[in-house]
């Protein structure tokens, strides 16, 4: 199995993933889903995957989310889920699965649990201080 991400090019974090997974010497299977969009099949095996629901995956900032009504907290999973189909941009950023698991990886650095290899190199975020990249730890 080779590294996938859910990639949205115009966010930051899924950009600085992207680089940590290329820093890597990875070379993952793109999937933006903006352009694709999701199934419902799709959504729940990777929220399983990752151990989130609809709720925690649920994009609150930058979406339609409070214009729709998705932040009450008496709107049910599945109503979230059924507004991520119908609005892709909904589903929080980026989402990467690898042999190692499935993250919703923000911050960035999450990333480095999901690879083999991570890269040695600080990574450094726009309008953020570098963060030290290190290899798996143990503990």
Not at 32 to 49: K, M
Not at 90 to 115: A, F, Q, Y
């Given at each position: 199995?080779?590294?996938?991400?859910?990639?949205?090019?115009?966010?930051?974090?899924?950009?600085?993933?992207?680089?940590?997974?290329?820093?890597?010497?990875?070379?993952?299977?793109?999937?933006?889903?903006?352009?694709?969009?999701?199934?419902?099949?799709?959504?729940?095996?990777?929220?399983?995957?990752?151990?989130?629901?609809?709720?925690?995956?649920?994009r609150?900032t930058?979406?339609?989310?409070?214009?729709?009504?998705?932040?009450d907290?008496?709107?049910?999973?599945?109503?979230?889920?059924?507004?991520?189909?119908?609005?892709?941009?909904?589903?929080?950023?980026?989402?990467?699965?690898?042999?190692?698991?499935v993250?919703?990886?923000?911050?960035?650095?999450?990333v480095?649990?999901?690879?083999?290899?991570?890269?040695?190199?600080?990574?450094?975020?726009?309008?953020?201080?570098?963060?030290?990249?290190?290899?798996?730890n143990?503990?």
């Amino acid at each position: 199995m080779s590294i996938v991400i859910h990639h949205n090019p115009d966010c930051g974090t899924s950009r600085n993933v992207l680089a940590i997974i290329e820093a890597s010497g990875e070379v993952p299977v793109i999937i933006e889903y903006l352009r694709t969009g999701w199934t419902r099949p799709q959504l729940l095996a990777l929220f399983a995957a990752a151990d989130l629901t609809p709720r925690t995956a649920l994009r609150t900032t930058k979406s339609p989310a409070e214009d729709l009504g998705l932040l009450d907290p008496s709107v049910s999973d599945e109503a979230i889920l059924t507004a991520m189909i119908d609005h892709p941009i909904l589903v929080n950023r980026p989402i990467v699965c690898s042999p190692k698991g499935v993250r919703l990886c923000r911050p960035s650095e999450t990333v480095l649990e999901l690879l083999d290899n991570p890269p040695l190199d600080p990574l450094v975020k726009k309008n953020a201080p570098p963060a030290a990249a290190a290899r798996n730890n143990p503990d």
